[in-house]
């Protein structure tokens, strides 16, 4: 008997067929937009009501346009095209948002436009895209999964709050909750990795992060859920391309983070720039309307992405701009990022009859909505205070917190003969490689509020200790432009000089550092890439080196899984240390000279291949699992590349060993399950280690993945010692959505693993009835 929980996400296939083949038809959605206003505050809802009253058509349709920064506020007025024209909106109370001015003085000189000279004096919501730290960088998001460290990874999103709160700014574009099994996909940097039940935890850590317990106060700004939905999952893993996903997908891996977001209380949502099933996300009424504001209840708005509601015409959906703006207010799109087309088109829309006034009247109220929640009436300067900015920006808490991330998202990849952690005296190190001495790269592809230059380069870092001989050999280098705002990527790699060099400092070293990998810039939106290996230029240098002197550690950056096969091969010792931030020299030096204990996880598989690409643990079985006998061709397999991935997700050594043993299972009352089992630390060095535990429910109605996390719990152990971790598993985590998008558990055998990766630990099983 299948049991039926309460949060079904309502609508059966059909409505699926029915909603996104007619986006306009969304009366359904009228009636599920007034449940969503449950839970709120009555002394606001009376506010926004009021205030709503005394609003033009065209004043409301104002609050859904948002236009980004174009003009030096606290310089002259713009006069001229169209900066005068958005200027001319802005005083006419038709922006409700701009994103990108950032400085408490541009902002305090913006909302006084706002609040001043406007008829109703409504101030703007200032967005910005705060993902990883605003001028005091954090380690890239994937960097941070890799932490599996909830605690550490709220307190990064609460401080990157804080610091942007205090220049003006109060909604930050993140998290970013897209799922993701496509390394070459450039974005992945920016989300969580390949599973959903990690992605949805860090999803609740970094909401709460951003937004605290009061949204009103100074230092916690909205988050933003992005990008809704299904953009990590791009056709042949390029940017912004179609995505064609089953239901079983959409519902047990897509959209769990999001959801799980929105009951954190995420107070916006982005929709994305792709396609889903034909229909582009910004017009699809099915996933705005029925499932996010309907089934789930959200109440806060939905803002398009940059000119999403324009690009419907490309996608071949919309015939005109008109028809856009039409599509994408009915579909649920409440702001209008930079398309211009709600506050050109929307109100002739709304005359015509082809929108609702009562869908104007909902965007609207849900952006009035936040401004009062964050405090913004009561005080539109209160984000913006020079001597605030100047105490919180940079300061030591900002500092000490993103060194303590950055550390805890390493991951030790590889350790042959113990070669790490390093001896603080009397070696000579040779430090060799393009990222060696870079102080930008490590500041990540979304450093938008940060000045280049300002991360601690990993030279500096190992130079901050001084017991050791330090000979640094840069060898062949990348360029990266300061290509931030221009978004063009000069990648200039033909340059050999240097490779002697290195190679003579290799020969004349006890330990070799390779700092090779990706800069920053090559990860990213709209960078993607169709190759995952190591440049053939770096990759020629390791080897060269390698040739010269085998002690050699790779210190790996990047923002993507790599294939990293030869290096894994040759290289005794690995640590992949992500674009880790501002203070990413300091976190990486710690680590190697044993000050940290590495304790990172791979929260995305790397693959041997790119051939293998979408690889990833939690996939199905397929009829033709394994190999019936030898040199047996007719099974699910490569004929030129094993299965198997070269990191599988959940993976990282530390410098101490860990044992499981004892795994215990007991059923409870009402299907849960207790499981235990204990670590025990083996080696020589006290150590954390993150204990996971998947399931595999081996028969059920819609296939389940041979594997799927579903608990884990990071432990300290001293040497000689151990811990029992106990999980309990209940109906939350032992059922699955079925193609209906209905929440079912069902009974039957299923598998349980407890140890230290998807790929090794202890096996067990339990029946639920
Ligand atoms: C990105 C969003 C981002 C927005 C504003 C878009 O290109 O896809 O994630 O928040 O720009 O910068």
């Known amino acids: 008997m299948k049991t039926r929980l309460n949060y079904v996400w309502g609508y059966a296939l059909a409505v699926l067929f029915c909603a996104c083949g007619n986006t306009n038809d969304t009366g359904k959605s009228a009636d599920t937009n007034v449940k969503s206003q449950q839970g709120l505050n009555p002394d606001i809802e009376r506010k926004v009501d009021s205030l709503l009253s005394l609003m033009t058509l065209e004043e409301k349709i104002g609050q859904m346009n948002q236009y980004t920064g174009f003009w030096e506020v606290t310089g002259p007025t713009p006069s001229e095209g169209n900066q005068a024209l958005k200027y001319e909106h802005l005083k006419k109370g038709w922006v409700g948002s701009m994103l990108n001015v950032t400085g408490a ?11 001043e000279e406007t008829r109703l004096g409504i101030p703007l919501i200032i967005g910005f895209d705060v993902v990883h730290g605003y001028k005091t960088v954090s380690p890239i998001p994937l960097a941070e ?67 605290g317990d009061d949204l009103s106060a ?41 959801k799980a977001a929105n009951e954190a209380g995420a107070r916006t949502f982005m929709n994305s720039f792709n396609e889903l099933n034909g229909i582009p996300a910004t017009g699809d009424a099915f996933l705005q309307r029925q499932i996010l504001k309907g089934d789930w209840n959200f109440n806060g708005f939905v803002v398009s992405d940059w000119g999403s509601i324009g690009e419907m015409i490309a996608h071949g959906y919309a015939k005109d701009g008109k028809e856009a703006a039409k599509i994408a207010a009915n579909a649920g799109s409440d702001m209008d990022m930079e398309s211009h087309l709600y506050v050109e088109h929307l109100s002739q829309v709304v005359k015509d009859g082809d929108v609702k006034e009562a869908y104007i009247d909902d965007a609207a109220r849900r952006i009035l909505r936040l401004k009062y929640e964050l405090g913004l009436f009561e005080d539109p300067y209160k984000y913006s205070n020079e001597t605030n900015e100047a105490n919180v920006v940079g300061s030591t808490e900002i500092q000490e917190a993103v060194l303590d991330m950055a550390k805890k998202s390493i991951v030790l990849l590889k350790n042959d003969k113990q070669l790490l952690p390093l001896k603080k005296e009397g070696l000579n190190i040779a430090i060799i490689g393009a990222l060696a001495n870079d102080k930008t790269s490590p500041l990540g592809n979304w450093r938008l509020g940060a000045k280049n230059g300002t991360a601690v380069s990993l030279l500096e870092g190992l130079q901050a200790y001084k017991g050791n001989t330090i000979t640094y050999v840069q060898g062949p280098n990348f360029v990266e432009n300061d290509i931030v705002f221009s978004r063009q990527l000069e990648f200039n790699i033909s340059n050999k000089k240097g490779l002697q060099e290195a190679v003579s400092a290799a020969k004349n070293a006890d330990v070799v550092l390779m700092a090779l990998g990706e800069h920053a810039m090559q990860t990213g939106e709209g960078r993607s890439q169709a190759n995952i290996e190591m440049d053939p230029l770096q990759q020629e240098l390791l080897e060269a080196v390698h040739k010269a002197n085998p002690n ?72 033709r699992p394994n190999e019936p006998s030898p040199g047996e061709v007719f099974w699910s397999h490569y004929t030129d590349e094993s299965n198997s991935p070269l990191y599988p997700f959940g993976y990282g050594l530390s410098y101490t060993s860990f044992e499981y043993s004892n795994l215990q299972v007991s059923n409870v009352e009402n299907n849960s399950v207790k499981v235990s089992g204990t670590v025990t630390n083996t080696g020589a060095y006290s150590g954390k ?72 630990g202890l096996e067990s099983e339990f029946t639920i009835n």
């Not at 996971?692 to 040497?719: C, N, W």
């Open 145 to 211: 999964a890799a932490s599996w460290d909830l605690e550490a990874i709220q307190r990064s999103a609460e401080v990157a709050a804080k610091e942007a709160a205090a220049s003006g700014i109060n909604w930050t574009f993140a998290p970013m909750v897209d799922i993701s099994r496509d390394a070459r996909w450039g974005r992945v940097m920016e989300g969580a990795g390949e599973d959903p039940f990690l992605g949805s935890k860090i999803a609740i850590a970094r909401v709460k992060g951003f937004q």
């Open 552 to 623: 050699v550690v790779l210190v790996l950056s990047n923002g993507r899984p790599l294939a990293i096969n030869w290096a894994n091969e040759n290289i005794p010792a690995i640590l992949e240390t992500w674009h880790l931030g501002t203070q990413s020299g300091n976190a990486i030096a710690q680590v190697l000279y044993g000050d940290y204990n590495p304790s990172g996880k791979l929260p995305m598989t790397f693959p041997r291949n790119v051939g293998q690409v979408p690889i990833y643990y939690n996939h199905k079985s397929s009829g």
């Open 218 to 258: 100074n230092s916690t700004i909205a988050a933003c859920a992005k990008h809704f939905a299904a953009y990590g999952f791009p056709e042949s893993g390029k940017d912004y391309n179609t995505a064609d996903l089953g239901t079983s997908t959409l519902y047990n891996v897509v959209l769990p983070p999001f």
């Open 689 to 760: 280690e993150v204990v996971q535990l998947y399931i595999h429910d081996l028969f059920a109605s819609v296939t389940r993945p041979i594997k799927e996390l579903k608990g884990f719990e990071m432990i300290s152990i001293e040497p000689g010692t151990s811990q029992t971790v106990t999980f309990t598993l209940t109906e939350k985590e032992l059922g699955f959505y079925d193609n209906q998008g209905n929440y079912i558990v069902e009974p039957g055998d299923f598998k349980v693993f407890v140890g230290g990766s998807s790929a090794s």
């Open 105 to 115: 003085k541009e902002v305090t000189a913006l909302q006084k436009i706002a609040v």
